[in-house]
């Protein structure tokens, strides 16, 4: 069973709606939680993290975590094509914070 | 944010010989280092943690023989994928924690192909 699990899409929605990404992770224990975005052929950008339950939000970006479901998402409001990446849920798996495990990721493709 | 840089950009080489990727932090100072492998289309795999002025930790299936890790101080970590072969081919991320918490910050990768 994966550690953590993303539908790796692609996710299409038109410019200017509002983009769910999904994510589930199998160890309870975790503590930590982050997104990514990735463009092709480049490294990771830290967009969101969050550590306890309930909702963050950052600008357009609104994190969603449910420890009790080990659910974590991702709304991306009023989407733009500069927005088209793949997104990689990223899950730190025990209380020492060492090291992350991610998601294959969800490619979102917003048309214009 | 924290900038973390790393060279080369994209390596090619031939099979059997070696190649060393560096990864340094650029405005903080990094006690741990981690370097990740991401296949096309896959997410990206840990190798392997590398702590300043100590062995690095490799996650399993990872040979550490191959795969020569040095973090000779709180800046600067290196990776040498040793005697090359085209199952190599892959791109490598490194990446480093503020002191301040958890958060990773990511190099800009390096796209290796072996022939």
């Known amino acids: 069973q994966k550690e953590v699990e993303q539908n790796s899409g692609p996710l299409s929605v038109p410019e200017g709606a509002i983009a769910s990404l999904n994510c589930t992770y199998s160890d309870r224990v975790s503590q930590s939680f982050f997104w990514y975005r990735q463009y092709s052929g480049k490294s990771p950008e830290l967009i969101m993290s969050?550590?306890?339950?309930g909702d963050k939000e950052d600008g357009r970006f609104t994190a969603q975590l449910n420890k009790a479901s080990q659910y974590v998402s991702l709304l991306i409001r009023d989407s733009q094509p500069s927005d088209s990446a793949t997104y990689l849920c990223a899950v730190t798996p025990d209380t020492g914070f060492q090291k992350l495990v991610f998601g294959t990721g969800t490619r979102l493709l917003v048309s214009p | 944010g924290a900038v973390v840089s790393q060279h080369p950009s994209w390596v090619i080489c031939k099979s059997g010989t070696s190649v060393k990727i560096e990864c340094r932090s650029l405005d903080f100072q990094a006690t741990t280092m981690f370097w990740y492998r991401q296949f096309p289309k896959q997410s990206l795999m840990l190798m392997a943690t590398?702590?300043?002025?100590?062995?690095?930790?490799?996650e399993q299936g990872v040979e550490k023989d191959k795969f020569l890790i040095n973090h000779a101080s709180l800046t600067l970590s290196t990776l040498t994928v040793t005697s090359a072969h085209p199952e190599d081919s892959s791109f490598y991320i490194c990446?480093?924690?503020?002191?301040?918490?958890?958060?990773?910050?990511f190099g800009s990768g390096t796209q290796l192909s072996v022939l």
């Open positions: 969050i550590y306890s339950n």
């Open positions: 990446s480093a924690r503020t002191g301040a918490g958890e958060k990773l910050f």
């Open positions: 590398s702590n300043e002025g100590s062995k690095a930790t490799y």
